[in-house]
């Protein structure tokens, strides 16, 4: 197995030239709030213009300043250095094949000041992102699925990844002082499992679930971390999550949870703040939705959607062969529970993430006819 350190001639993310390295100029759907804007296109290798990436979950370590993003395309982790903005890679995964579910690499999760923990196809690979290599590979499956999503515990030091196309869906929980499963659970009645989140504030994991009996288009449900670190896992509360549909997940202020949603199709697209103390509804924004990852910048206190299937008139097309959708970032104000503004992506954006020390938002996007891929990065005054 070969790993790669690679830097990359990059388009100059710094003040001046920036708006010749965007690779879209679509106008921005602006709302009430502040203007965002295209900072620029960090360049990855092999997205040459009308090519395709494909890849999944993009995280940043502010303290750490790195962004890291599953890369399928390049079968890599890559490694943004928030300082330099070079990017390297760590090879070694699965890469993209004709499922998303027998692909990776899929999740990422840190743990600050140490390692980066990447789901793969029947493991979490582990990696050094100072040596720039898979340290330990952790068995987590045999059925040739991928393990996906996954959250930290820094109390326990514990990270909860998820399984979501095995038969049952389970979630694996392990130990990062011993790099060892410890725990896994099953979803006996689940359709599938999404991003799950640690909550300090009441010691429990959260993970958003496709789909049950008694709640067919999505519920979160939630387990006390002590339960995990006892080898005893068990889901303790379920809070219906209506016509969600429910896919990323970030824990913002006053213990409150931001939920991306891709509703069924012919109903209203909407993503949903829900609390992290009693799992009820706190809004229901419907001006933007469609989304995958979602993310909260604590600089900016904006939660942030990466909705790759929203449509011009917010009505859901998922699943429909003959959908079209306008792609967006979606913003809004954390302190009031209500949108600032949708602002174009790309074909198929679902990834986002912030840097929480200069407010600069990462958002993954595919070649065009006439211009390459890599990551978008917007920027606020």
Same mark, same amino acid.
Request: hydrophobic share 35%; with cysteine; aromatic share 8%.
């Given at each position: ?117 990447v789901g793969d ?55 990062t002082t011993t ?80 939920? =991306?949603?891709? /509703?069924?199709?012919? $109903?209203?697209?909407?993503?949903? #703040?829900?609390? +992290? !103390?009693?799992?009820? &509804? ?21 939660y942030l959607t ?12 998922? =699943?429909?062969? /003959?959908?079209?959708? $306008?792609?967006?970032?979606?913003? #809004?104000?954390? +302190? !009031?529970?209500?949108? &600032? ?41």
């Amino acid at each position: 197995m070969r790993f790669r350190w690679r830097s990359l001639s990059l388009c100059a993310l710094f003040a001046v030239g920036l708006a010749a390295c965007s690779n879209n100029s679509t106008t921005p759907n602006v709302g009430p709030g502040p203007h965002i804007s295209q900072q620029g296109v960090v360049a990855l290798p092999n997205l040459l213009p009308g090519g395709k990436f494909t890849y999944d979950i993009g995280i940043t370590d502010a303290a750490a300043r790195r962004y890291y993003l599953a890369d399928r395309t390049n079968s890599s982790l890559d490694i943004l250095d928030l300082n330099t903005m070079a990017v390297r890679q760590v090879g070694g995964f699965v890469g993209q094949k004709a499922s998303n579910d027998n692909s990776g690499p899929d999740g990422v999760v840190f743990v600050p000041g140490a390692s980066v923990y990447v789901g793969d196809v029947n493991v979490v690979k582990v990696v050094d992102p100072v040596a720039g290599a898979v340290t330990k590979t952790i068995t987590t499956g045999t059925a040739g699925f991928r393990t996906d999503e996954g959250c930290y515990d820094p109390d326990d030091k514990l990270i909860m990844f998820a399984n979501p196309a095995d038969s049952p869906p389970y979630a694996t929980f392990i130990s990062t002082t011993t790099n060892t499963v410890v725990a896994t659970l099953p979803f006996t009645t689940s359709i599938g499992l999404e991003q799950c989140v640690y909550d300090p504030g009441t010691k429990r994991f959260f993970i958003n679930n496709d789909g049950t009996p008694t709640n067919p288009h999505g519920e979160m449900n939630s387990l006390l971390a002590s339960t995990a670190v006892a080898g005893t896992p068990v889901i303790d509360k379920v809070y219906p999550e209506g016509n969600c549909g429910p896919t990323g997940m970030a824990l913002g202020p006053n213990e409150n949870l931001v939920v =991306g949603c891709d /509703t069924p199709a012919g $109903t209203q697209q909407q993503t949903l #703040i829900m609390s +992290a !103390t009693s799992g009820a &509804v706190v809004a229901t924004i419907t001006q933007v939705g469609g989304s995958d990852e979602v993310a909260y910048d604590p600089k900016l206190n904006h939660y942030l959607t990466g909705s790759r299937n929203m449509t011009a008139t917010g009505i859901s097309q998922t =699943g429909l062969a /003959t959908g079209k959708f $306008t792609p967006v970032l979606g913003v #809004i104000d954390a +302190a !009031t529970n209500t949108w &600032v503004g949708n602002f174009a992506t790309g074909s198929g954006a679902h990834s986002v993430s912030a840097d929480s020390a200069t407010g600069r938002v990462f958002v993954p996007v595919p070649p065009t006819a006439t211009a390459a891929g890599g990551i978008l990065v917007f920027t606020s005054p």
